[in-house]
């Protein structure tokens, strides 16, 4: 089975990151229908490491802005939602109950943190990529930026140090001039070698 082509459509072929949004909304279980939908994605042993905070109060957006980049900052802070999308460096506790048929990899293979932080951010940026398609799924845009002190967003919003921000996402309806055009990509026979 084959997804239509409008789906395609929507999920790759038409989609662009967005800098601009309408001011609409985004509910909570909007959010919560993408995770509900992308959540079974594969990571290495199940770890599921990626965190979202949503920032939807003042005070937490008045936070975060010093903490992107000035081109960001004004996308910031117009964005109907913003998350920052943290790998959990502590995610192997959760292991036993997440890879119950061998509960022992929490230490042979996490035991080590500079390995677990690694692995941590591999599979979080797996995992962003698919809260990606899944927000477009949802008829929604978003803008991902990895634009910011991320030293200073992780003091401000992971103090104990066991998170750290790995992208900044506005999300939202695309608004008035939300797409760039289409940069270039690399063709198949630059990109795959069959051996």
Do not use: C
């Not at 662009?16 to 079974?40: Q, S």
């Not at 008829?139 to 991902?144: D, I, K, N, Q, T």
């Amino acid at each position: 089975m084959q997804l239509a082509e409008d789906a395609q459509n929507l999920l790759f072929h038409n989609a662009r990151t967005a800098n601009a949004f309408t001011d609409e909304e985004v509910p909570e279980e909007t959010v919560r229908a993408v995770y509900e939908l992308v959540k079974n994605g594969p990571t290495e042993f199940n770890t599921t490491p990626l965190r979202l905070v949503l920032v939807r109060s003042d005070e937490a957006r008045a936070r975060l802005l010093p903490h992107m980049l000035d081109n960001n900052r004004d996308k910031t802070a117009a964005a109907p939602l913003v998350a920052i999308l943290a790998a959990d460096l502590e995610f192997h506790e959760e292991l036993p109950r997440l890879f119950p048929y061998f509960p022992q990899a929490k230490d042979v293979f996490y035991g080590d943190p500079d390995d677990r932080a690694e692995s941590a951010r591999f599979n979080s940026a797996l995992q962003i990529g698919y809260f990606v398609i899944g927000l477009r799924a949802a008829g929604l845009a978003a803008g991902p930026q990895s634009g910011f002190d991320h030293e200073g967003l992780d003091k401000e919003f992971f103090p104990d140090g066991t998170h750290t921000a790995l992208v900044v996402m506005n999300i939202g309806k695309p608004g008035e001039g939300a797409w760039g055009p289409r940069l270039p990509r690399l063709e198949y026979d630059e990109v795959v070698t069959t051996v």
